[in-house]
Each structure stands twice: as C-alpha cells, then as structure tokens.
C-alpha cells in the first residue's frame, strides 16, 4: 500500500524528530508551530558584570563547579572566595538582573563595588561538582586516609584562580558562614600562599560540644529534616514528608528519634547512623574538632573570626578556635574575634533588628564596612593598617561597639541561687534545695506552642524569644534578682556551676540567663516585663564524669554540672532584674531524655521514659551558681 503523503510542515517535522532550534524571524508559522524554545540566552551586553562557570580541577582530577564573577572592567582586583554545600550556582543568581549587586548575595555589594572579584564553588559532591560528599569532611589523617580535605581542595582551587582570572591580582581571601565558615577555616590549614587572609563567620567546629548536631551530648531534633535535605541527591532532596502539624506533638507521639527516624525513612541515611552511632565524645567527634587541628598548628593566615550573639545554630566555634588561636606567635596583630548582635549568618543580612530587638542603625553593614572589608582591603589590597582590636564586640543592652584586648574581658563574679526563688551576688547563709517533677510526656517547649520550627521567624529568634511563656510552669525553677542599681557588664561567656540531684538514673538540665526589663519599661512599652535570654545552654547528665564516659546516675546523689553559656557582650541595666531558670528540657529543639540511663538515647524504649524529681541545691557545700564575667564599668 503506498505511504500517505505528508501535509506536516518541515519545521513542526523536525520539532516531532525531537530537534528544534531557534526560528528565523521572517519564517511563516502558522498556529500549530510548537512554542517551545531551546534556551533563554541573556542579552549580557546589558550587564554591568561578567561571569563565568569554569569546572577546577583538583590534585586527584576531580572537577568542582566554580563561578567567578566581578564587575565590567575589573583589573587587578583581589579574589574572595567561598566554598559552599548550598547550590553556587543559585547564591550568583540571586535575582535575575543586568546588576552585579543583585545576582549575589547582599554582603557582597561592599566588595564588588570597590574591584573584587567574588567566587562561590561547589564542594566536593555537591550540586555542579564531581565527586563524593561527606558531611564535614576531615581533615586527612586518622579519620581520613584518601590525602583529600576541604584543604587540600581550597589549596588547588586558589592556585588554579591566580593562575587562570587574568583580572585578579593574585591575593585571595576566602569567607562565608556556617558550613561556609568550617570551609573557610580549612583553607587555613596548610594554605596556599595565595591566601591573605580570611573571615570564617559561624563556623562548624565541634558538632558534638555545642555547634549543629549535639549541644553538651543532647541531640537537635532539627537536624532530621537538615539531613535529609542535604544528603539526598547532591542536595535535591527536602524535608522528611510528616506534615505540618505542631511539631511538639509529632515528635512526642513518635517516642524516641530512633522510632522518628524509622518511622519516616531517616535511618537509612549514612549520616544519620553516623550520629546515632556514636552518641558520646569519642575520638569519632573529638577528632574531627577543628579547633583542636587548628590549634596544633602556626597561625599564618589573618583571620576575623566572627559570631552572632543569639546564634541558633554554631554559638560554639568561632570562640573557641579563637581560644585555640590566642596565643600563637603573631595572633595579637593578625587574629580577631567578632561578636555581634545577630542570629546565625545574620551578619550577611540586614541587622537593625532581631525579634523584638531594636537597634540603631543596620549593625550587620557596620561590621561589615567598619571592620571586615578594611580588615580584607589591608591583606588583599595593600591599604594601611585598620589597627582593628582583638576582640570587637556589640554591647547590647546600651547598642555600642567595644573593641578588647583580650576576651573573655570581665572578671568572674558568682550569681548565687538562694531561697525562696531569690539571686543575688552575695553567698546565701545557708543552704538547702528546691524540687520540680520533670515529666517527659510533658516536656517544656523551647517556643510557645504550635511549634513550627521550619519556620524562619521561629527557628531564626528563639534564642530572644520573651520567656514569659514558661515562667510559671510547675517543672521549671525560677531565680529572680531585686532590680540593679547599676549596670552590669558581661563579656565573656557565662558559666554554670549547678548542684543538682535527680530521683532517675539520667537527667538532662537547661539553664537560662535572663534580663528582665522593668513593668514600666518607659520609651519602649512593648518591651515592658519583657525576660530576655541573654544566654541558654543544655547539658546531658550522663555525662557528668566525662564526655566520653557516659554513666547511670545514683538516685538521689547531688553531682556538680559545670558548662559555658554563649559569649556575650550584654549590659542588665538599673532597674531590671537578673532570672536564672532551670528545667529539664527543651523541646523539641532537643530530644528527650528518657530519665532512665539506657546504652543509647536514640534508641529508647516508651517504658524508659518516667517521671524524676529534680533538685537543684543552694548555699552550704553546694553553692549553685552562674558565674558571670562582669566588666568595670
């Protein structure tokens, strides 16, 4: 039978076959043409920027996907590097624009502005890269033997780009925040010549000591959603599917995070069981603390290390690599430590506010045009000497910069907790102890409830959220000051030392430092009565006698619990009064403690979760405390 003959048009012929490409302009269409375009090429003589895509080869061939961008007519300009997990791709398309200041992120606008050519790459294994990823990747060496790091990738990126960016003046420096911070750091070990200097905000340093996955050995429930969005297909992944419902109730009806996690799939995740594996300070988190292979090395990079006050996520490192650091040959002149009024990775965004926080002026651009960029323009530029202090703080509370030469900068001061819900600075005559009953089917939430905390506006100011909220609930203690009569200057992280015994075999204590604003609180209403957290920590107590020596505890037996809150710089001014509140959990921020000692917390029974009588002890041979590192005014 003889084929039909065709009445398709040769160019809709062709879209069938699967192959189509750009029209010509005086090409007749008629309505059954196929719309679909090949690709949107921009029309980039519009840009006031440049930028390329190139894919770095590392010492072991693997390629990273690697973006560089600056503006029109940029020569001699110093590199800023940033190596992320989160997509360089999307961070150097910020908004579709024709503007530089618009395709990158908000802080870049200072540097890009003034000749620097910025450069966001992908790691190892994630998005654009080649590769395989590992969550934290450690440095080679005992728990690394392939001779791979984030440094020794930092290290070939750095030397490919003064190689290969005509435009740049062979300086680099590299910064970024959170897992961006952990890589800036790296690149601080055995660096490459080419690195001047480096700004690491937030950083992952200890996971298990008080940075993302563990805080004093009680686990963030947070990180479920976090791991399963970030190890799923080189980051497609998302949050795990359980719905929108108050997360209080969702975690507490699951029981352990064990049975959250095999409920909803997470238990399969590599990571996951790497967390849930290995619950205590063993060399698997004691070894991959950064701070620690920092500080057995010289300090030969500047370095800024910088934190948020209120940082919900890594409060942790930034201050303790500075501790690490502090006494290295040259760390006077080339070593900084910034704490400012912000959340985590707040510095990078506008910072006039937080919460109900007021400030005045964007601190965040302060920083930023004050202190980092002529920090950066001194290495990476050759401009004079910014003679910036050590240590540079915001001192909330009175909203000022403080420049330091030492931090912690107060001298420590015992705040006593005393009868009858009372604190004070002087010792209390004579002792005694206070009780609760901490109930883990009703344990205290770190928000008031329904908790949402996928949500930004939750998640990102907790830490400041007024406490009022929790204050008269029967399983949480209250200590309350007179009002002061003069200001009281912190800066330094403040330290617990509290006696307490539990009726259970495990236990865990919260412990809040709180300003509390006066009834009245004059030009600021709203803020009146208002129970500011000026710093909240947790502590695991199986872990009394050591990190790594997880034990039952006696029935009844008082133990000393002595832990750091974050580092502040916070003036309680006259009239308000100082609270310490103490409670058992905080949830769910933080898993449960069963209050029965089981091998693994992760794994705990429903039948191991009982009530437990709390005492916290005062006075006498048992002077609970918050030691504060008060300044002179």
């Not at 062709?14 to 090949?38: K, N």
């Not at 925040?177 to 690195?195: E, K, N």
């Not at 001192?395 to 819900?421: C, E, F, I, R």
């Not at 309680?572 to 089981?598: A, E, K």
Request: net charge neutral; aromatic share 10%; with cysteine.
């Amino acid at each position: 039978m003889p084929r039909a003959r065709s009445f398709v048009p040769a160019l809709l012929c062709v879209a069938l076959a699967g192959a189509i490409s750009a029209v010509a302009q005086d090409t007749p269409l008629t309505p059954m043409t196929p719309d679909m375009y090949p690709a949107y090429k921009k029309v980039e003589q519009a840009n006031d920027y440049v930028r390329r895509v190139e894919m770095v080869p590392m010492r072991d061939g693997t390629k990273l996907y690697t973006v560089i961008v600056f503006r029109k007519g940029t020569k001699n300009g110093p590199i800023l590097l940033s190596r992320t997990p989160y997509n360089a791709a999307k961070a150097t398309l910020r908004i579709p624009s024709t503007r530089i200041i618009d395709i990158l992120p908000l802080m870049d606008a200072e540097f890009v502005n003034d000749g620097y050519i910025r450069v966001y790459q992908d790691i190892r294994g994630r998005d654009g890269s080649e590769g395989a990823y590992v969550m934290n990747r450690p440095i080679r060496g005992p728990l690394n033997d392939t001779g791979i790091d984030e440094s020794t990738d930092a290290y070939d990126t750095i030397d490919w780009l003064v190689k290969h960016v005509p435009e740049s003046n062979g300086k680099v420096g590299i910064t970024g925040s959170s897992y961006l911070g952990f890589t800036s750091l790296m690149a601080t070990i055995d660096p490459h010549p080419a690195l001047k200097a480096a700004v690491p905000q937030s950083p992952m340093v200890d996971g298990w000591l008080g940075d993302d996955w563990l805080h004093n050995g009680a686990f963030r429930v947070t990180n479920l959603d976090y791991i399963t969005g970030q190890t799923t297909d080189a980051g497609s992944g998302g949050s795990v599917p359980s719905g929108g419902s108050d997360d209080y109730l969702k975690f507490l009806r699951a029981g352990s995070v064990g049975d959250y996690a095999r409920q909803w799939g997470v238990d399969k995740f590599p990571f996951y069981q790497k967390l849930a594996q290995n619950p205590a300070y063993t060399p698997f988190w004691s070894e991959q603390a950064v701070d620690r292979w920092l500080g057995a090395r010289p300090l030969t990079v500047p370095t800024m290390l910088v934190v948020g006050q209120w940082d919900q996520e890594d409060s942790y490192g930034a201050p303790a690599v500075y501790q690490a650091l502090k006494d290295k040959p040259n760390a006077k002149d080339r070593l900084h430590l910034v704490i400012g009024p912000w959340r985590h990775s707040g510095v990078n965004y506008q910072g006039d506010s937080l919460g109900a926080l007021k400030f005045p002026g964007d601190t965040a651009l302060e920083f930023r045009t004050r202190y980092m960029k002529p920090f950066l323009d001194h290495y990476l530029k050759g401009a004079p000497d910014p003679r910036i202090a050590p240590v540079v703080t915001y001192q909330t509370g009175v909203n000022k910069w403080d420049a330091s030469q030492q931090w912690p900068a107060g001298k420590p001061t015992p705040l006593y907790l005393k009868a009858n819900g009372s604190l004070g600075f002087a010792a209390p005559a004579s002792g005694g102890h206070d009780e609760y009953v901490s109930d883990p089917s009703k344990p205290v939430p770190f928000v008031p409830r329904p908790v949402h905390m996928g949500d930004r506006a939750v998640w990102t100011t907790w830490l400041v959220h007024d406490q009022r909220f929790v204050t008269d609930r029967p399983d949480t203690l209250v200590y309350l000051s007179e009002p002061v009569d003069k200001p009281v200057h912190i800066m330094g992280a403040p330290q617990v030392d509290l006696y307490a015994a539990t009726s259970g075999t495990d236990s865990d204590w919260v412990v809040k430092l709180i300003d509390v604003y006066p009834d009245d609180n004059g030009y600021t209403p709203e803020m009146s009565g208002f129970e500011l957290p000026v710093g909240i920590e947790i502590f695991r107590g199986r872990y009394a006698h050591g990190f790594d020596k997880p034990a039952a505890l006696v029935p009844g037996k008082v133990e000393r619990y002595r832990f750091g809150l974050p580092n502040v710089d916070h003036t309680i001014l006259p009239g308000h009064r100082i609270m310490v509140q103490v409670q058992s959990s905080l949830f769910p921020l933080y898993d449960r403690n069963p209050q029965t000692f089981v091998p693994n917390i992760f794994d705990a029974k429903p039948t191991d979760y009982v009530k437990a009588t709390q005492s916290v002890y005062y006075g006498g041979d048992t002077p609970s405390s918050v030691v504060l590192p008060v300044a002179a005014n």
